[in-house]
């Protein structure tokens, strides 16, 4: 019983980081149909950028600073470079133009910053609590907590601001968004900023977790699923859909994978995945849609 | 959502030419075609084995992606996961099942990974666009998994890897020579790219590009799309197979899950991505540009820069140009070098005519 809520636990704190990189692609989907599969390539170039800024003697909050305007910087480029001239193609060319710029970021990053593993401490350490019996990750509670507050500050930029209540304006309908004035560039600029800063902090934890190298560029195949099983369109689906996930492996993995060999997670979240397509396609919190002739 | 390849209008600069570029496409074709043949015996081991034998293997490869998602409008990220399940299952066909009269083995294999391809394509019938690829990211992982974790797949050997068995071809060796190697593969290649172009100009090619266009009126004029998906996917795996198995033992020799992780997917995809989507000369032309820009910026960058450019600079400065080739083709030209090509070929008869 205790190993069964101990490895619930950890794997659900383990999903927040799921969650974390998920929530960068929904913002993304959710402003501009594009299903951004160069987060992940964010993801590394932000983690590695920050590790350059240390190691050049930055201290930690000013380089995270510093890291923030890069990031800011570099969605702009890709907005005015990639996505302007794809407005308006079908949803399939703006994925493969991302795969492309996936490519793009991966390789400047690595040939600018180095590839080789490099570790990054974020000044969190990994002590193990215990709550009664049940051993509990410090660094993954912490991880959660800030989960949390992000996805609160995203909550209130979304439903406060008039800059995320004419964010939502764009994903409702573009073409009316446009229509009373709204600058739907300047919208995809700003949504690729807040993604790439989501990837920032995605990048923070993860590569604190397992040290920053091209591996981090591979969350992106991990937050897939959540996706599928959160919906593309919500924030909310894509935190319940990477605790699910999660879960999920870590359970599967301990229970079912000594019956088949073991190193199960790899595809696990992939079944699973598979099996809500089965029975809800759009996901948890997805909207169905009608399709006209 | 997944019409992949759709053009806005039909392409009416395609459909004139089939009338009257006819007679020169064919002798095009036959010229090259006779080029193929005399490669072994004009050029080097080198080039035949290591330059125009995978481009082939490579073009096959992306033909299958390409029934799929250039005509079929399904996206895909597991042709690796295909490509290995028809190099694995050549070997076991081959040692378990001591089927070793090669051409036999590879069709066989291809059939395996049709099926595969087919209980993979099933979830298609409820879902599409980007939950589509999903369902072939989890084949990927699924089968790189798989052929690691049982070493039934590898017949128990000490290391994962695989290579076949001496292989008979009508008393030949397969593995004998080069030149037995590359004809058998451009036999087989030719074969294949034939049967594929007639399939896609019959009806089935039709609706497949009906599905692409818009599955939903498809289906109002009777199409029935559950099958014609399904017949897509198959079609799509035994091709991606047939070639895993000819770039495993007849390109590397000896090959493990390592030649067909998600690398190649991508590789794949952007093969047809810079080819030519709906293109059949497309994957060729692709492959070709794929896998020859990095021998020849490797042999560009050790004449010019010689060898103080260390290989990851290099590796790392090939992926920033695909990527970045990549965007600018589907931007510039959504249809690829095919596009290109064909209308440089309209320019050059119009100028022809000019002066005739």
């Not at chain 1, 969605?75 to 996505?83: N, T």
């Not at chain 1, 060999?261 to 997805?286: C, D, E, H, K, S």
């Not at chain 2, 193929?36 to 050029?43: E, N, Y």
């Not at chain 2, 879902?127 to 072939?136: A, H, L, P, Q």
Request: net charge positive; proline share 3%.
């Amino acid at each position: 019983m205790i190993l069964f809520v101990e490895t619930l636990i950890g794997g659900l704190l383990a999903g927040t980081m799921y969650s974390l990189v998920a929530i960068g692609f929904v913002l993304i989907f959710k402003a501009s149909g594009v299903f951004n599969y160069s987060q992940g390539a964010l993801l590394l170039f932000s983690a590695l950028a920050l590790v350059t800024f240390l190691e050049m003697g930055l201290s930690f909050w000013p380089a995270v600073l510093v890291t923030m305007v890069v990031m800011v910087i570099l969605s702009i480029i890709i907005e005015r470079v990639v996505l302007r001239p794809l407005a308006n193609r079908n949803v399939m060319t703006l994925f493969m133009a991302t795969l492309g710029l996936t490519y793009v970021i991966e390789g400047a990053a690595q040939g600018l910053m180095g590839s080789e593993v490099r570790l990054l401490d974020i000044g969190l350490e990994d002590n193990a609590l215990f709550w009664g019996d049940i051993l509990i990750s410090e660094f993954d509670l912490i991880v959660a907590c800030g989960a949390a507050v992000l996805v609160i500050a995203l909550a209130i930029f979304f439903s406060k601001t008039r800059i995320g209540i004419s964010l939502r304006a764009v994903a409702d309908d573009a073409a009316a968004a446009q229509s009373i004035g709204i600058n739907i560039n300047r919208i995809w600029q700003i949504v690729w900023a807040v993604a790439a800063v989501v990837g920032l902090i995605s990048g923070m934890v993860w590569g604190a977790r397992q040290g920053v190298a091209f591996s981090l560029s591979l969350v992106v195949l991990k937050a897939l699923p959540v996706l599928i099983i959160g919906g593309f369109t919500s924030i909310m689906g894509a935190i319940v859909g990477g605790l699910l996930i999660g879960a999920g492996e870590a359970l599967a993995e301990t229970y079912l994978g000594p019956l088949v060999g073991g190193g199960i997670t790899p595809w696990f979240a992939y079944v699973l995945a598979l099996a809500f397509l089965f029975i809800r396609p759009v996901g948890l919190f997805g909207e169905y849609k009608v399709e006209r002739v | 959502m997944n019409s992949v390849g759709a053009k806005p209008t039909p392409d009416l600069n395609a459909i004139g030419q089939a009338g009257s570029g006819r007679g020169t496409q064919s002798w095009a074709f036959l010229a090259l075609l006779a080029a193929l043949v005399l490669v072994p015996l004009i050029t080097t081991e080198y080039v035949t084995q290591v330059v125009v034998l995978p481009v082939l293997v490579l073009g096959l490869a992306g033909l299958g992606l390409n029934i799929l998602t250039g005509y079929a409008g399904q996206i895909s990220l597991g042709s690796g996961g295909f490509m290995a399940v028809g190099a694995y299952a050549a070997y076991v066909l081959a040692i378990h099942g001591g089927i070793t009269f090669f051409p036999l083995t590879l069709l066989l294999a291809g059939v395996i990974a049709g099926l595969v391809g087919w209980v993979f394509g099933l979830p298609s019938i409820r879902i599409k666009g980007f939950y589509v690829m999903v369902t072939s990211l989890a084949a990927q992982f699924f089968f790189e998994w798989l052929f690691l974790k049982f070493p039934w797949f590898y017949n128990y050997g000490d290391v994962p890897t695989i290579s076949l068995p001496p292989m008979g071809l009508f008393g030949l060796d397969i593995n004998g020579s080069y030149v037995i190697k590359y004809y058998f593969t451009l036999a087989f290649v030719v074969a294949l790219t034939w049967m594929a172009s007639n399939l896609i100009k019959s009806h089935v090619g039709r609706n497949w590009m009906a599905i692409r266009d818009m599955d939903t009126a498809a289906g109002v004029i009777g199409i029935d799309s559950k099958k014609y998906k399904a017949l897509a996917f198959t079609i799509s795996a035994f091709y991606l197979g047939i070639a895993g198995a000819l770039w495993g033992f007849i390109f590397l020799g000896t090959t493990s899950v390592g030649s067909f992780q998600i690398d190649r997917s991508f590789q794949i995809l952007f093969i047809i991505i810079i080819g030519g989507m709906s293109s059949i000369r497309g994957n060729y032309i692709g492959a070709a540009f794929i896998f020859l820009l990095p021998l020849v910026i490797d042999y560009f960058a050790k004449t010019f820069i010689g060898d103080t450019v260390s290989p990851g600079v290099l590796s790392n400065f090939q992926k920033f140009l695909f990527g970045a080739l990549i965007i600018i083709f589907l931007i510039k030209e959504p249809d690829g070098i095919d596009k290109l090509l064909r209308q440089l070929m309209g320019r050059v008869r119009r100028w022809g005519r000019k002066r005739a």
